[in-house]
C-alpha cells in the first residue's frame, strides 16, 4: 500500500490531507487515568503530520478524504504503541554470540572489551544498521543507545526512520577527552533526525568512572539540561563490591554525585543488584529517576532480577531493555515482555504479579517515562506522536483469544508484528522493510569480522570492575 500521488494542493487544507494515515478495523490499546490499559475494538486511528488525531471506534472517527489518506486495512491486527528499548548498545549485534557462558568478568575481560578495541566507525555503523532492521521487525520504534563512535549511530538513526535516545559512553580511564566528547555529541545531536534523536550524558558506570567525573558529569547535565544514561547496580555482585571497597552501594555513589538530583533525570541500566537500602535513596531523589530491565541476559549471567515490585511501589518506572546482543544475542523487547512477567512471578512466588496488562503497561507507557518521553510517546492517544506498530492475531499459535493482553505477552511473538510506523511513516509494511537493505549490511559486515573479533594483540579497552584509578 503507498501513499496517493496526488496533483499539488490548491489550498492549504488539501495539503495538510496529504499528510494524513488512517488505519481502520484494528483493535486499539490504550491507556486509562488509573494507570491501566485497555482495547478499543474496531477501531480506527487517524495521524496527520506524524501526530495521532483520534483514535476511536471506526463510526467515531474524524472523516478524512479517502483520497489523500495512505490507508491501511488492519483486520485481526492488534494497534499498539511501539516498544521501546531503554537500554541497549546497537552496533553490539556484530558481536552476536562471540562470547557464551562465561560470568561478566571473563566476558568482559576476555572476549568483549579486547574485540571492542578493534572496532572502528565504519563496525559500528554496519552494526547499528543491522540492530535497526531487527527492531523494527520486532516493533520497536524508540531505543536508548549507550556506546561509541555514536555520531554513526545517529547516522543510523536518521536514516532507518527510527526514534532514538542516544549517548556517547566514557570510562574515566580517557581523561576528560571522555567526558567532553560525551558532551559534544549530545549537544551536537540533540533534537537531530527532524526532532527523532534526543540526546544523554553516558558515563559507563560508578566501576569505571570515578566520583569526581560522576559529579563533574552531573554539573554538566545541569548547565545544559541534558539527562544521563549509564549502569548501575548491574548486579549483585557490584553492590557487594562496592559495599566492600566503598562502604557505599553504586545507587549511593549515584547520589553523593549529585546524578539523582537532576532536572532531566537519570536512566539506570540494569539496576539487578539494588537493595532495600537503596530503595529510601530512590524515593527521595528530586529528580526523575528510570530503571531498565533486560532479563534474558540476566538470565544468562546467573544474576537476580530486577526488583520491579519494589521500584514500582516507591514510583520509580521501569522501562523493558535488551541491552546488546553479544549478551543477550537479541533486541527482541517483545521476549523481555513475557520474560520480566514470569521471572517477577517467580522471584516473588506470588503468580498474580506482574499481570499481562502491567507487563503491556511497562513495555509501552514506562519505557517511555524511562527514556524522558513520557508526554511524547507510549500511548496511543490525540497528540502523541504516531509511533504504532500492528500485530497479527490470527496466527495459530495465538488462537482463540480468551484474554487479549494475555495473548499478546504470553502467545504473540515479534514475528507477528506486521507493519512499523515512526512519527506517521511506515518503515515496515507486511513484513516487509522499506528503509534497510539488510543483505547488503550482512555482506559487508561479514567481511569486516575478522578484523573485529581478532584478540591476538593482547589489549583491551578498560578493565572490568577494577576500581578506577
Known amino acids: 500500500m503507498t501513499p496517493s500521488r496526488a496533483e499539488p494542493p490548491a489550498d492549504a487544507a488539501h495539503a495538510a490531507d496529504l499528510a494524513v494515515l488512517l488505519i481502520t478495523g484494528c483493535t486499539a490499546l490504550v491507556h486509562d487515568d488509573q494507570e491501566g490499559i485497555r482495547f478499543v475494538e474496531d477501531a480506527s486511528i487517524v495521524v496527520r503530520g506524524g501526530v495521532i488525531e483520534s483514535v476511536g471506534r471506526a463510526g467515531d472517527t474524524v472523516t478524512v478524504s479517502r483520497s489523500a489518506a ?105 581523561g576528560p577527552e571522555g567526558r567532553e566528547k560525551s558532551l559534544e555529541f549530545a549537544l551536537r545531536h540533540r533534537g537531530g533526525a527532524d526532532g527523532r534523536i534526543t540526546t544523554a550524558l553516558a558515563p559507563h558506570a560508578p566501576y569505571t568512572v570515578v566520583d569526581a567525573d560522576l559529579a563533574a558529569t552531573a554539573e554538566l547535565a545541569r548547565e545544559h539540561g541534558l539527562p544521563v544514561h549509564l549502569h548501575a547496580a548491574e548486579s ?32 539506570i541500566a540494569h539496576g539487578t543488584g539494588i537493595i532495600e537500602r537503596d530503595l529510601p535513596v530512590l524515593e527521595r531523589v528530586t529528580g526523575p529517576v528510570a530503571v531498565a530491565s533486560a532479563p534474558r541476559g540476566y538470565l544468562k549471567f546467573a544474576w537476580t532480577t530486577t526488583p520491579v515490585r519494589a521500584l514500582r511501589r516507591i514510583g520509580v518506572p521501569v522501562g523493558l531493555a535488551t541491552d546488546g546482543a553479544a549478551s543477550n544475542n537479541s533486541l527482541d523487547v517483545w521476549e523481555s515482555m513475557a520474560l520480566t512477567a ?41 497528540g502523541r506522536r504516531a509511533d504504532i506498530i500492528l500485530v497479527d492475531v490470527t496466527g495459530p499459535h495465538t488462537q482463540p483469544v480468551h484474554d487479549l493482553a494475555a495473548t499478546l505477552v504470553h502467545s504473540a511473538r515479534s514475528s507477528d508484528v506486521r507493519t512499523t510506523i515512526v512519527d506517521g511513516r511506515v518503515l515496515m509494511r507486511d513484513r516487509e522493510l522499506l528503509t534497510i537493505d539488510v543483505p547488503a549490511t550482512v555482506r559487508e559486515l561479514g567481511e569486516r569480522l575478522p578484523a573485529l573479533v581478532d584478540r591476538s594483540h593482547g589489549t583491551r579497552i578498560q578493565e572490568y570492575d577494577k576500581p578506577p584509578e
Open 236 to 267: 549483585r555482585d557490584q553492590t557487594d563490591n562496592s559495599l566492600a571497597r566503598h562502604g557505599v552501594t553504586p545507587i549511593e555513589v549515584l547520589e553523593r554525585t549529585g546524578l539523582l538530583a537532576l532536572d532531566a533525570g537519570v536512566l
Open 342 to 382: 514470569l521471572l517477577q512471578k517467580s522471584t516473588e512466588g506470588d503468580p498474580r504479579w506482574l499481570t499481562s496488562r502491567q507487563a503491556l503497561h511497562h513495555a509501552t507507557l514506562q519505557s517511555a517515562r524511562a527514556v524522558g518521553l513520557g508526554e511524547r510517546i507510549g500511548s496511543l492517544a490525540p
Open 70 to 174: 495512505e490507508r491501511i486495512d488492519a483486520r485481526g491486527q492488534v494497534a499498539l504503541p511501539g516498544l521501546i528499548n531503554c537500554h541497549t548498545h546497537a552496533p553490539m549485534v556484530a558481536l552476536r554470540g562471540v562470547a557464551e557462558d562465561l560470568p561478566a568478568e571473563e566476558w568482559f575481560n576476555d572476549v568483549v572489551w579486547p574485540i571492542e578495541s578493534n572496532l572502528t566507525p565504519k563496525d559500528v555503523e554496519l552494526g547499528a544498521r543491522l540492530a535497526c532492521a531487527e527492531m523494527i521487525r520486532g516493533g520497536v520504534t524508540c531505543f536508548a543507545d549507550h556506546y561509541f563512535a555514536m555520531d554513526t549511530v545517529a547516522a543510523v538513526t536518521a536514516e532507518s526512520g527510527l526514534r532514538a535516545h542516544l549517548g556517547e559512553a566514557y570510562f574515566s580511564s580517557q
